[in-house]
Nanobody, 115 residues
């Protein structure tokens, strides 16, 4: 059974930082492209960042320079370090694992940026 379990969300003030984690089980983690997506209220889910099995990263323009995605294959975990958070970063953040046509999602973790 495949599981992607996100953690680390919460309430943070503008300008603050959070680190999200996603622990994967039931897959050969090192062979999957891992990603973070987010969905704000009333909006479609959007890409935040991805990291390939080889470590190549890709970011949405809106988070470049503020967010960093990384992975630890020994721990089957992908991280999203979020710095200089803005109100518009408020969303449910979802972990994604993709290998060709195979696609798995976590249940999401809520990030709220507010003073």
């Amino acid at each position: 059974q495949v599981q992607l379990v996100e953690s680390g969300g919460g309430l943070v003030q503008p300008g603050g930082s959070l680190r999200l984690s996603c622990a994967a089980s039931g897959i050969i983690f090192s062979s999957y492209r891992m990603g973070w997506y987010r969905q704000a209220p009333g909006k479609q889910r959007e890409l935040v960042a991805t990291i390939s099995s080889g470590g190549t990263t890709n970011y949405a323009d809106s988070v470049k320079g503020r967010f960093t995605i990384s992975r630890d294959n020994a721990k089957n975990t992908v991280y999203l370090q979020m710095n200089t958070l803005k109100a518009e970063d408020t969303a449910v953040y979802y972990c994604n694992a993709r290998d060709n046509a195979i696609n798995y999602w976590g249940q999401g973790t809520l990030v709220t940026v507010s003073s």
